[in-house]
C-alpha cells in the first residue's frame, strides 16, 4: 500500500509504455549474457512489478541486476537442478543465477503438482533476488489456486529486542482469485516497511516515520539513511512489544525456516549480499470445492469489506492488492513514470552496453 | 509473548497441578455428554495452553464451553464427516461440535498425508473454538515437520481504514522442529493482540497500552471494555498505515479465506457468535532434505538470534516459543496458577453438574 509523501512527482517523471520497458530490459539481460528465455521471464516480473506501482520492484532495478552479473556475482548462464522431489515437493537448486528464473519455475513446479495432487511446495536454495513476491502467487490465481510465496535475504531488521540486524525484510506473498471482484493480492515485508521505501525516501529527500528504522540504541530514524550500516536497523512489523513487534519478528523467521532452512540455502545471517533463498506453493481450489462457489464466496467477503463504513478522516476501505491493480489500469493508458535518476541510470547502462534505447 | 502488566499476582492465583486440570476438564466435559475420546482430546489441548502460559486458551474457558455445549450451541455428541478428500487434501464438517476434536483429527490427517505425499491440507468447516491454535503445529513438529495451524471468528477488528469490525483475531500459528533447542514455535493473533488479553486487562482491572483498541471514531481505548459493541474495535496488526495496519488486516483476511473460504464455512462477517472455521497443514522436512541436517541448521539459527546483542532497557532475544516453554519448565515443577475469579467458576460448574473437584 503506497504512501503518497513516497510518489515520484508526475511532472518530474520521465513516462514509458509497458512493453518499451519490456523489450528494454529484455535486451538489456541478454547484453550481459542472459539467455532469451532467461531474459523474458525476469523481464515479465519487472514489467509486472513496474506496471502495477511497485516501482521499488521494477525497471528501475535492471541496472543494479546489470552490474551484479558482469561483476561476477551471478553464474550467467544459469543450470536450474531439482535436488530432491516428490509427488507434492521440490527442493530446487537455482544455480546461483537469477532467482526470478528460479522462482518462475518453483511456481511453475508447484501448479503442476497441485494440479495432479492438490497442494505443490518448492524451496529454493542458492538464489539471488525474485523481484516482487506478489507476482508469483499471481501465477496460481490465474490457475484457479492459491498461491503463496516468500523470500529471505541479508539482516537488514533487528529481532525485538535486539540491537543488530538478524532479519532480512523476508516478505510473504499470497494470492487468491474471486470471481467478479479483483483477486486478493498481498505482499508485505515482514519488517514495518520493505527496504525500498527507505531507499525510495532518501532519493527523493523526504524524512520517513519514526517506526520505519532505529539507531543501535534503539531510537527513531527519520532521516533515511544512505547506506546500510551497523549503526542503525530496521523494525519489525509491530515495532515494539506492545505494539506486536515480536509477530513481524516470527513471522520473519518463518520465512527464513521455510526459504532458508528448508532448502538449506541459508537463514538470513548465513547469507552473502544478494543473495536471497525462496519458497513457493500452490493449493488447487478444486481439490477442497467447486471454484465457482469458492469464487462467489471471495466476491463476497471483498464486496463486505469494501462496504466497511470509513474512519473518519480515512479514503475507507481497500483490500490487499485494490492499489496495485488500480493503479495497472491506469499505468495501461498513461504510461508509467520513471524517477529521472533511476531512468538516466538505464540509460546510460544501455548506452554503455551498447544496447538499443527502446525507453 | 506475556506482558509483565498482565500475570495475575502469583500470592492471589489458585496453584493447581496439570495433571488435575486434566481430570477436571475431561470430568466436565462428559457431565455435559461430550464422548470420553473426545473429552481428553480437548482436555490435552486446554492442558497444554494452561501449562505454558496461554492462560487466555486453557482451563479457564472450560466454563463457557459447558454452558455452550448445554444451551445446545455445539451439536454434542458430534459426528466428523470428510466432505472430499485427495492425496494431500481435505474438506472436514466439524458437525457444529467442539473445534478441538475437528483440529485435532485435520492435523491427524495432515501428517498422514505429508507422510505420504510431502504435504497435507486440511479446512474445516461448521466448526468453533480449537483453543491455543499452536497445540496443532506442534503436534507436526513432533514427528520432523513442520506444522501450520490457522482459524477465524466473528469480527472484532476493523479492517484498516475501517470503523467497523469485520474480521476475527484470526490466528496463524507455526511450529518447526529443531534438534537440541526448543521447537519454534509461533502463534501470533493477527490483531495487534489477543482478544483474550483485553479480557485479561478487563479482569485484573488494570489499563491497557493505547494503539490496541479504538473507538469506532479511531481514538485510542486504554480502559478495556467489559463487553462487546459497536463503539470499539481491536486494530490490526500494524495498527495505523505508517506501522503497517495494512499488513495484519491483509493477514487475518489470508486466514478467513484459507479457514472460511476454502472450506465454505464462511469468513468472519458470515459467522454466529462462537463459531470459527479452521485450516491446518503438515510439511514432511525429509521429502526436502535429510531431517538431521534441517535441526542442525534450525540451531545454529536459534543460537544467532539469542547471540543477538541486548537493545538497551530490554532483556534480550527470545525465540518464538520460547516464553511458552520456560513457563511449561516452570509449572511443571510448581504447578498452574489459576486466577480466583476463573477457579471459584470452575468449582462451581463442578458442582453444579455433579462432577467431582480435581483442582
Redo the contacts between chains.
Keep these: 500500500?503506497s504512501?503518497p509523501f513516497l510518489q515520484v512527482p508526475e511532472d518530474e517523471a520521465v513516462w514509458v509504455q509497458s512493453a518499451d520497458i519490456h523489450r528494454q530490459i529484455v535486451a538489456l539481460f541478454q547484453a550481459v549474457g542472459v539467455p532469451a528465455a532467461h531474459a523474458h521471464i525476469t523481464a515479465d516480473a519487472l514489467t509486472f512489478a513496474s506496471l502495477h506501482g511497485v516501482d521499488t520492484h521494477g525497471i528501475g532495478n535492471v541496472v543494479g541486476y546489470c552490474k551484479a552479473i558482469e561483476d561476477g556475482v551471478y553464474t550467467i548462464p544459469q543450470q536450474l537442478e531439482i535436488?530432491?522431489e516428490?509427488?507434492?515437493?521440490a527442493?530446487l537448486d537455482c544455480g546461483n543465477g537469477l532467482g526470478f528464473v528460479a522462482a518462475h519455475r518453483a511456481m511453475e513446479m508447484s501448479i503442476e503438482k497441485a494440479r495432479a495432487?492438490?497442494?505443490?511446495?518448492v524451496?529454493i536454495r542458492n538464489g539471488h533476488h525474485v523481484g516482487m513476491a506478489g507476482y508469483y502467487p499471481m501465477m496460481a490465481a490465474e490457475q484457479d489456486m492459491?498461491g503463496f510465496a516468500m523470500t529471505n535475504a541479508v539482516p537488514v531488521a533487528?529481532?525485538?529486542?535486539?540491537?543488530?540486524a538478524?532479519l532480512g525484510t523476508n516478505p510473504?506473498a499470497?494470492a487468491?482469485p474471486a470471481g467478479q471482484e479483483r483477486p486478493?493480492l498481498?505482499d508485505?515485508a515482514t519488517t514495518?516497511?520493505a527496504n525500498g521505501k527507505i531507499n525510495l525516501a532518501q532519493r527523493l529527500g523526504v524524512p520517513i516515520?519514526p517506526?520505519?528504522a532505529v539507531t543501535a540504541?534503539?531510537e527513531a530514524i527519520t532521516e533515511p539513511p544512505a547506506s546500510r550500516s551497523d549503526a542503525w536497523t530496521m523494525t519489525p512489523?509491530?515495532?515494539t512489544?506492545?505494539?506486536?513487534g515480536?509477530?513481524?519478528?516470527?513471522?520473519a523467521?518463518?520465512v527464513?525456516?521455510?526459504c532458508?532452512?528448508?532448502?538449506?540455502g541459508g537463514?538470513g545471517?548465513?547469507l552473502q549480499a544478494g543473495e536471497n533463498m525462496s519458497w513457493t506453493m500452490a493449493?488447487?481450489?478444486a481439490?477442497?470445492?467447486p471454484v465457482a462457489?469458492?469464487k462467489a464466496?471471495?466476491d463476497?467477503?471483498i464486496r463486505?469489506?469494501h462496504e466497511?463504513?470509513?474512519?473518519?478522516?480515512?479514503?475507507?476501505?481497500?483490500?490487499?492488492g485494490d492499489p496495485e491493480f488500480e493503479t495497472a489500469a491506469i499505468r495501461r493508458e498513461r504510461g508509467i513514470p520513471i524517477h529521472p535518476p533511476q531512468y538516466e541510470a538505464i540509460v546510460a547502462t544501455a548506452l554503455r552496453l551498447g544496447v538499443e534505447k527502446y525507453i
Design positions: 500500500m504512501f535436488v530432491s516428490s509427488a507434492t515437493t527442493l495432487y492438490g497442494v505443490g511446495m524451496t492459491l533487528h529481532p525485538l529486542n535486539g540491537r543488530k538478524r510473504i499470497f487468491a486478493f498481498l508485505m514495518t516497511v516515520p517506526g520505519w540504541d534503539g512489523l509491530g515495532n512489544h506492545e505494539g506486536g515480536h509477530k513481524g519478528y516470527g513471522l523467521v518463518m527464513d525456516i521455510l532458508g532452512v528448508l532448502s538449506g537463514f545471517a548465513q493449493v488447487d481450489i481439490h477442497f470445492r462457489e469458492f464466496q471471495m463476497e467477503m463486505t469489506l466497511t463504513p470509513a474512519a473518519p478522516g480515512t479514503n475507507g476501505v481497500q483490500v490487499a
